[in-house]
């Protein structure tokens, strides 16, 4: 049975923060994700259909990379960057596939010093 099994999409993924009050204001006001619910130490956030969980934690953190995709990147990077967001880079053209779509990234930091990330895919 076990070789019938298909794992269905992400349903949710858990990112520890420094400061639970400091990253709620942040993703829900600064990158403008729809906030969920919170309760002590806990925020849940919608990100495109995906559940964000936060969760305050003591020391240095150890996260995976947050890839938010945006349809116009360079549009994206500049609205956060007016909103405050300083950026590590700037959008830039990380892969082109055969068929000729671009694959773009740019890469930020949470209030906690750990990396987030746009994601693009432009047409050919």
Do not use: C
């Not at 880079?89 to 773009?104: A, S, Y």
């Not at 740019?106 to 990330?117: H, I, N, Q, Y």
Request: proline share 7%; net charge negative; aromatic share 10%.
């Amino acid at each position: 049975m076990t070789e019938d099994l298909k794992l269905g999409p992400i349903g949710q993924i858990a990112r520890r923060v420094q400061n639970i009050d400091v990253a709620t204001a942040f993703f829900r006001d600064v990158l403008g994700l729809p906030h969920l619910y919170s309760y002590g130490p806990l925020a849940f956030f919608n990100a495109g259909g995906v559940r964000l969980f936060l969760q305050e934690g003591e020391g240095h953190i150890e996260n995976s990379i947050l890839y938010f995709r945006v349809e116009d990147i360079h549009t994206a990077a500049s609205v956060l960057k007016a909103r405050g967001v300083v950026f590590i880079d700037e959008p830039h053209l990380i892969h082109r596939h055969p068929d000729g779509t671009e694959e773009w990234m740019t890469f930020f930091k949470d209030p906690g010093g750990e990396p987030l990330a746009l994601m693009s895919q432009l047409p050919p």
